[in-house]
C-alpha cells in the first residue's frame, strides 16, 4: 500500500516543489495537485487519498475555512504555509504537521515520517520499515512501501541514509524504508556490508574502483563518497593498502 497524496495550493511553485519531493519516495503516489480546496474536494471526497499538503492563504476559499466546513477526518492533513501565525489553529483542527515556507526536503521528510507513524497506528496491520537478514544469507528483507520485500545481498549496490530513512539502491530498483543507518548497519552482514560514510553503507562486493574520495561500483555509473574518517578503514578493508 502506498501513502497517496494531494497537493492543494494556488501558487505553482510550491505544488512543483511538492510534487518533486513526493517523487523522491517510491512509497508515495502523488493522487492529485490542484489550485483550490474545492477543486481537491470530489478526490477528496473519494476516498482516494491518505494525505493532504494544504496552503492557507487561497482566494478562492482558505485553508482553514476548508478543514472547518469541510470532515477530512479519514484524510492526514499538513499544512504549508508562510504565515507561522495559524500554526496554533491548525493542530487544533488536528493537522499532523505545520510547514513553514520555505521548507526543506529534510523538513518534508519529518511530515512524512509523521504520516507514515499514524497511518500505523490506524492499520496494526501494515508492516513497518527496516531490514532483517534472511537466514539463508543470500537475501534481506526490506520492509518498504507497507510491503515486505525479499532482496538479494548480490543485487544491492549501495544503502544512503537520511535521518530515519534509508534508501536501498539495488540494481533494478530503489527502496525507501524507515529506519537509521545505524540501526540497520547491525542487522546486515557485516562480511558483505561496510559502513564508508555517515550517511552510506556499501556492498563490498559491489566495489569496483577507488579515486580520491569516491568509490566506483559495478552495475552503476553512480559513486559513493567516502568520508573523511572512513578513508583509511576502507583502503585497508577493501584494497589492501
Known sequence: MKIRCVIIDDEFPARALLKDFIERFPH???AGAFKSPLEALPLLQSGKANLVFLD??????SGMEFL???????????ITSAYPEYALEGYQLDVIDYLLKPFSFERFVQSVQKAGSRLQKSNPAEIKGGAVSDPSNEYVIVKADYKSYRVKISDILFIEGMREYVTFHCVNQKLVSLESLKNLMESLPANVFMRIHKSFIVNRNQVKALYGNQL??????????????????????LFNS
Open 56 to 61: 492557507i492563504q487561497m482566494p478562492e476559499i
Open 216 to 237: 566506483q561500483l559495478l552495475n552503476t555509473e553512480k559513486t559513493v563518497p567516502i568520508g573523511q574518517s572512513y578513508r583509511e578503514e576502507v583502503k585497508k578493508n
Open 28 to 30: 508515495l503516489e502523488l
Open 68 to 78: 472547518k466546513a469541510f470532515n477530512l477526518r479519514d484524510i492526514l492533513v499538513v
